[in-house]
């Protein structure tokens, strides 16, 4: 897209030509859903419904991706849930929800009138799980779905398979069988796999041969912090999830492999997002879009800014397009 250029007077000789900053072309494309630029709230830190919405014009953001949920309510963890680290937090939260049907109800009208465009992230302890809460989403959608405003499903593997001995984000039959399983929700499906494992290409290449329109990179990484006072693990759970500005090179190395593996399927980076660097980084690595995730936690306009930010990077580094920046390091 050419330069606007604008003519301004100076005080001797003739007018000068100063070219303006290019317009940056912000939509992407994940899978099929057109969004209107590549910056996401990550599942489970931007709450259930429009509660960022006091801080951010959720309209303006690409997607609202809200806490996953199953069919039924889960109290989740006991606390401590959270405790901050050096390089972001550890959280132990155990996917405490309402259920689908009371979130539906009490929730999904408030993202509507805000004008967000969402993503529903389910969860499962069984691939029965998985079935029920896609069911589930596919009569709650008709019942109470604007057109437009649910956009895609987002499945969270990261979860204790009960009928296993691993995550299913961990073990590549089982990824498959989720995500075949979830086909009844009648919307675009993303697979969010665990960056814990040596086979993240394995398990990103069987959700894709099962019907996945793209896979988000990555969840948290397990990790445990002791009370050196009390010699017992600090979150109520034990172990927990680390994120922070501390996964960002590790979500980079899991988009940069799936993409150079599998250079058709559609990535949404999630991991460290905070500013424009690390987002393009995602960006450059083979994402599409990226998610917002702790950086919220500290500051609930995160999402805003990191989408301000990569606007203006594109503006000083002559980017015209966001889709100039997805999968630049491939090439």
């Not at 996917?95 to 499962?124: H, N, T």
């Not at 150079?260 to 450059?284: E, F």
């Not at 599409?288 to 800014?305: E, K, M, N, Y």
């Amino acid at each position: 897209m050419p330069s606007r250029a604008t003519t301004i007077p100076i005080a001797a000789g003739s007018p000068a030509i100063v070219a303006e900053p290019p317009t940056v072309d912000l939509t992407t494309t994940v899978g099929g859903v057109s969004l209107p630029n590549p910056v996401m709230c990550a599942a489970g830190t931007a709450g259930h419904g429009a509660e960022l919405s006091a801080f951010v014009d959720l309209s303006r953001l690409g997607a609202v991706v809200v806490k996953s949920l199953s069919v039924d309510p889960w109290p989740g963890n006991p606390a401590p849930r959270v405790h901050p680290l050096s390089t972001g937090m550890i959280n132990s939260v155990g996917l405490e929800g309402p259920g689908l049907a009371a979130w539906a109800d009490a929730e999904l009208p408030q993202l509507q009138r805000a004008g967000a465009r969402v993503v529903v992230s389910i969860w499962g302890r069984s691939i029965e799980d998985y079935a029920e809460a896609a069911e589930a989403l596919a009569v709650l959608v008709g019942r109470h779905d604007q057109p437009g405003a649910i956009v895609a499903l987002e499945v969270n593997l990261s979860c204790p398979n009960l009928a296993g001995k691993s995550m299913f984000a961990h073990d590549a039959p089982a990824a498959a069988q989720v995500m075949a399983a979830t086909a009844v929700a009648g919307l675009p499906r993303w697979a969010k796999l665990s960056p814990n494992t040596d086979r993240l290409v394995q398990v990103a290449t069987a959700c894709a041969e099962a019907g996945a329109d793209a896979v988000t990179l990555t969840n948290t990484l397990l990790g445990l912090v002791i009370d050196i006072e009390t010699r017992r693990p600090v979150l109520g759970g034990g172990g927990g999830g680390v994120s922070g500005p501390g996964m960002g090179p590790i979500a980079v190395r899991a988009v940069w492999d799936v993409a150079r593996a599998l250079p058709q399927l559609p990535i949404i980076g999630a991991g460290g997002v905070c500013d424009a660097d690390s987002a393009v980084q995602l960006l450059m690595a083979g994402a599409s879009a990226v998610q917002v995730g702790t950086a919220t936690f500290a500051d609930p306009r995160a999402p805003q800014r990191v989408l301000d930010d990569l606007t203006r990077w594109c503006h000083d580094h002559g980017v015209t397009s966001v889709a100039e920046l997805c999968g630049a390091s491939h090439r």
